[in-house]
């Protein structure tokens, strides 16, 4: 058992190819054991494990230091037995059929008469890849991955199968879906199927009545005379963010956080916060806040108009503009109203203090694609707000952190090649910095779909790609050849090549392009580093 080769994921992430399952889970073991100087989170899969590293430095060290690690062989370990009943009612269950030379009968006789060993979590909270005893139900992903798979659904794909824990995109084949939870949050356990489980399928005979897991409550209003926000319009999509959740990379769970790292972090330093504290992340600039005590806040990213309306018992004052990148005061029972002011997709407000709502797995941050985290704020919730230590110092005014486009209105993005340039060649890196994209309308915080005029990209290799952890920034490439750039709340592992990834620096910018923004890729100077073979 041995590394293959080390590619580069990105500028802080590693993706190391192993020569099978077991070194995959020795090495897995081995680095959760012991991890390397910087070691953020990693995610093992198919044939890959995916570090995360805190900086470049760190990932480039780790890359030297990998070959001579000696990670012998997993222990072995026995889960339990997990019993999953099936509808067998999907959409592709006769496609899978035709693909296997099977009779749907039979199809469904070889699904549930054969005991699926958990082997792996990723993509979302929840999902297991399962290895079957054989290769009866070997399958392609389908040729475009759907917008949206339902919960509970039960899916194959190559030699795995797996049930999708809520809605989310995806690009497996559907044979019929589950009743039965595969992710709870007020579970001891949140996972109902966790790695070395053993999971049978049975056809069910009807259906079965699973409790429900409850959204996220909304923020609820303080106590009469404490600190708060109160959401009087909510606007389109506004979230609490944070600098996500680190660690948990093995149960499925993304890192999400703040879709724009600048403009969060220049929130908080306006108002004297730590960087990393939770901040309203609001899509489109469009959002009324009422004071309760008074408040110091920031807005930031997006360009924005902002207005403070004086309290109604309020005879002095008068309505006032304040500006973006610069701290203000909003006074008990002022209203600041945002509306959107030219350039930009998502705003920032940070206050003063911390949001006293409770983390979930260590964060405040909402997590679109897993649906980890607070639920969006609505209108007529509270947030309430704790105080901050004495010495936190607000800041002075800051230029704006929002890209700029060249004379024709183009955006770039510096990127790296790979992890898996060789899925198109240098003929696809050179068509792929060489044209013009356009983000579509199908673009979220999830990622941003290409496409419009552009050429699409064409793979050299045949094949399916076994599934592998991503890095936030990839450029993941299904076969239509438009490519997904995939942000914040991207899943954790694809089966889809990626061509290359935005570079760290470049993120910020990628999270505030609005569907129509013209983009460009350019290569960075470091990404014809090639693989570390070893």
């Known amino acids: 058992m041995s590394i293959r080769a080390i590619h580069h994921a990105g500028s802080h992430d590693l993706l190391v190819d192993l020569d099978s399952l077991d070194a995959v889970l020795a090495l897995n073991a081995a680095l959760e054991a012991s991890p390397l100087e910087g070691q953020r989170d990693l995610l093992a899969a198919a044939q890959t494990v995916l570090l995360k590293f805190s900086n470049a430095e760190q990932a480039q060290r780790a890359r030297t230091l990998l070959p001579t690690l000696a990670f012998g ?7 339990k037995v997990v019993d999953v009943p099936v509808h067998y009612d999907g959409e592709d269950l006769a496609a899978v059929a035709e693909l296997t030379g099977l009779s749907i009968d039979a199809v469904i006789t070889a699904h549930s008469t054969q005991a699926w060993r958990a082997v792996f979590d990723g993509f979302a909270p929840g999902f297991a890849y399962l290895l079957g005893q054989n290769q009866q139900l070997n399958v392609p992903r389908r040729e475009t991955p ?17 049930v999708y824990p809520r809605q989310s995109p995806g690009g497996w084949q559907l044979i019929g879906h589950t009743d039965v939870q595969m992710w709870d949050l007020e579970r001891e ?9 053993t999971v049978k399928f049975t056809p069910a005979m009807q259906k079965i009545a699973v409790r429900e897991t409850p959204a996220s409550a909304p923020a609820q209003p303080a106590a009469d005379g404490s600190s708060a926000l109160r959401i009087i319009d909510s606007g389109l999509q506004s979230l609490l963010q944070d600098a996500g959740r680190i660690g948990y990379g093995n149960l499925g769970v993304g890192v999400a956080g703040a879709a724009d790292p600048a403009a969060f972090h220049q929130a908080n330093r306006l108002v004297g916060n730590p960087v990393n504290h939770a901040v309203i992340e609001n899509l489109g600039s469009r959002i009324t806040l009422e004071a309760e005590q008074d408040q110091v806040l920031a807005h930031t990213g997006a360009e924005a108009d902002l207005w403070i309306t004086p309290a109604a018992d309020d005879e002095v004052r008068t309505e006032r503009q304040v500006a973006g990148n610069t701290p203000f005061a909003l006074l008990h029972g002022e209203r600041l109203t945002v509306t959107s ?61 929002l890209p700029v486009p060249d004379a024709q209105g183009v955006y770039t993005l510096r990127v790296l090649a790979g992890p898996r340039a060789d899925w198109f060649g240098p003929a696809g890196l050179a068509q792929l ?10 673009s979220n915080r999830v990622g941003v779909r290409l496409g419009t005029g552009a050429q699409p990209l064409q793979r050299i290799r045949a094949g399916e790609l076994a599934s592998e952890g991503v890095a936030r920034g990839s450029l993941q490439v299904p076969p239509s050849g438009l490519p997904v750039l995939f942000l914040a709340d991207h899943p954790v592992t694809g089966g889809y090549p990626v061509i290359a990834t935005v570079i760290a620096e470049d993120l910020s910018a990628a999270a505030q392009l609005p569907p129509g923004s013209s983009i460009r890729f350019l290569l960075h100077p470091a990404a014809g580093q090639p693989a570390a073979e070893a």
Do not use: C, F, M
């Open 146 to 162: 759907r917008t949206k798979v339902p919960a509970g659904a039960v899916a194959l794909a190559g030699e795995y199968s797996a």
């Open 341 to 401: 002011g030219g350039r930009g997709l998502r705003s920032y407000l940070a206050v003063r203090g911390q949001i006293g709502l409770e983390p979930v797995l260590g964060s405040l941050s909402t997590d679109t694609l897993s649906g980890v985290g607070p639920a969006p704020l609505a209108s007529g919730g509270v947030l309430p707000v704790q105080r901050p230590r004495i010495g936190h110092i607000v800041g002075n005014s800051l230029p704006s952190t």
């Open 189 to 197: 356990n949140p996972a109902l199927i966790r790695p070395q489980d």
């Open 433 to 442: 910095t060489g044209q013009v994209w356009e983000a579509t309308s199908e």
């Open 73 to 79: 062989t997993a222990a072995e370990t026995i889960g």
